[in-house]
């Protein structure tokens, strides 16, 4: 029995083949490095995303209790103007209501 491949070439390692052997080998070994490279990139990004939301909500945090402090003082310090706007908005949040029924 013979080694013949159709064509009339030999079963017989040729030159080309271990050379595309090499070649797929040396491609597969390629994507499984971007592969890797594409992992880290997307949960580098992903922690760095994180760390931006975090400081975004605590720079939010701090800007909220900075001004629940400032109308804390204004109330303070002026009772009676805080009365009266209280009740400006009452009244316009009353009228709003009535509109609507």
Do not use: K
């Amino acid at each position: 029995m013979s080694d013949t491949l159709p064509g009339g070439a030999t079963g017989a390692a040729t030159p080309g083949a271990s050379s595309l052997e090499s070649d797929l080998q040396n491609l597969r070994d390629d994507v499984a490095r971007l592969t890797d490279t594409l992992s880290t990139l997307v949960s580098d990004g992903a922690a760095t995303a994180r760390n931006a939301a975090r400081e975004g909500v605590d720079t939010a945090r701090e800007t909220v209790a900075s001004a629940a402090d400032d109308l804390s003082d204004a109330i303070v310090e002026n009772p009676l103007t805080a009365v009266m706007i209280a009740l400006g908005i009452g009244y316009v949040v009353g009228a709003l209501g009535r509109s609507r029924r």
